[in-house]
Each structure stands twice: as C-alpha cells, then as structure tokens.
C-alpha cells in the first residue's frame, strides 16, 4: 500500500503562517496607543503572551517555543498522512497556527507572542490561536462522525 504525502494541508499551514504574520504587524504598528472597538464585545487590545496559550507558564518563553516548536513537529508529521478534506484543513489550521507563534515568538524580543484580539472577559489572541482553536475543533468533528483523519 502505497502512502501518499498530502501537500495542500502544508499549503494551509503556510497560508496560516503568511496571514498571521501581516496582521500582527499591523497590530503592533496599529495598535500601540489605545485599543479599537470593532462591535460588541469585540476590541482590538494590543497585548504580549510570554507564555503558552492563555498565558499559562509564563516563565520561561524558550520553553514555551521549544514545547510549541516540538508539537509542531509532531503535527507535521501527521498532516503529511492526512486524508483529504476536512482533516486536511483540519491539520494545515493546526500547523499553521502553532508555527506560526512559533515564529512571533521567536522573532521578537524579548520572546513574546503578540495578542490583539479581545472579546469580553476572554483571554487575549491572536489569529494563529483562533486557527488553533478551528484545526481542533475540525478535526474532533470529523473524528465524531467516524472519519479516518489519516491515509
């Protein structure tokens, strides 16, 4: 049985990763004086995350990129053997949004993760967490309705 390598959940991840990057550059340049009201509950807050999601472990952000950096690895791994459909996009949003942190954090100094998006009392994110949250959330569906998520 031959497996094949399913390249469009990378095409995702990168997706994932390029769009992030450019909105939170924009919130960092955007953002610094005060925050916006979008509608609602909805604001955008320009914070910093030195931890893991929801700042959990906030010591130590080299620990948090190396803990994301091996998750993602592991991720990766998965989304090569991924079956097409939802847990293509499932995988791709996974992977796309924990490198992309990965790479936030990694890039600023000190080690941060820039945070912009603000509903109600919820924690701080950003758009790499939602893709997170959304991968998790596609790929839990599928499995439930009995899906294989792998070739």
């Known amino acids: 049985m031959s497996r094949r390598i399913n390249v469009t959940a990378l095409t995702w991840a990168v997706s994932v990763v390029a769009v992030d990057a450019a909105v939170?550059?924009?919130?960092?340049?955007?953002?610094?004086?005060?925050?916006?009201?979008?509608?609602?509950?909805?604001?955008?807050?320009?914070?910093?995350?030195?931890?893991?999601?929801?700042s959990v472990s906030t010591h130590g952000a080299s620990w948090a990129a190396l803990i994301t950096a091996a998750v993602a690895v592991g991720i990766l791994v998965l989304a090569l053997r991924a079956r097409v459909g939802a847990p293509t996009v499932g995988f791709g949003l996974l992977l796309?949004?924990?490198?992309?942190?990965?790479?936030?954090r990694l890039m600023a100094s000190?080690?941060?993760?820039?945070?912009?998006?603000?509903?109600?009392?919820?924690?701080?994110?950003?758009?790499?967490?939602?893709?997170?949250?959304?991968?998790?959330?596609?790929?839990?569906?599928?499995?439930?309705?009995?899906?294989?998520?792998?070739?």
């Open 24 to 54: 939170k550059a924009w919130a960092r340049a955007s953002l610094t004086d005060a925050p916006r009201h979008v509608v609602g509950p909805l604001w955008l807050r320009l914070s910093y995350n030195s931890g893991l999601s929801f």
């Open 96 to 104: 796309g949004g924990g490198v992309a942190n990965v790479i936030d």
């Open 110 to 151: 000190p080690h941060v993760v820039t945070d912009f998006i603000s509903v109600g009392s919820f924690p701080v994110f950003n758009l790499a967490d939602a893709a997170v949250t959304l991968g998790f959330v596609v790929l839990m569906v599928s499995a439930v309705r009995g899906e294989r998520l792998l070739t």
